[in-house]
Nanobody, 122 residues
Framework: QVQLVESGGGLVQAGGSLRLSCAAS????????MGWYRQALGMQRELVAT???????DYADSVKGRFTISRDNAKNRVYLQMNSLKPEDTAVYYC????????????????WGQGTQVTVSS
């Protein structure tokens, strides 16, 4: 079984910063892309940022210039540095791993973490 565990969420004032971390476990051989998504109350889940195993990144327009995604392939971890936070960034943030292969050869198309709450006060 592959699991993703997020950490680093919390309450911060507008203009502040937070760093989210996500650790993947479960005898992992490789992960294609990893990313962060968020879901605000009453809204659909949306892409925040993704990063491939080769380091190519993609960001939602709303976070470009403020958020930075990074990844440690050796540790199967992905991070999201969030700066200049705004109240509209308030949401549950979910970690995602795409196309995961375990050392046993088992393949998982899409894995999600349990989510971590980020609340930005004005």
């Amino acid at each position: 079984q592959v699991q993703l565990v997020e950490s680093g969420g919390g309450l911060v004032q507008a203009g502040g910063s937070l760093r989210l971390s996500c650790a993947a476990s479960g005898s992992i051989f490789s992960i294609n892309a990893m990313g962060w998504y968020r879901q605000a109350l009453g809204m659909q889940r949306e892409l925040v940022a993704t990063i491939t195993s080769g380091g190519s990144t993609d960001y939602a327009d709303s976070v470009k210039g403020r958020f930075t995604i990074s990844r440690d392939n050796a540790k199967n971890r992905v991070y999201l540095q969030m700066n200049s936070l705004k109240p509209e960034d308030t949401a549950v943030y979910y970690c995602n791993a795409d196309k995961v292969v375990q050392t046993t050869g088992r393949y998982w198309g899409d894995i999600w973490g349990q989510g971590t709450q980020v609340t930005v006060s004005s």
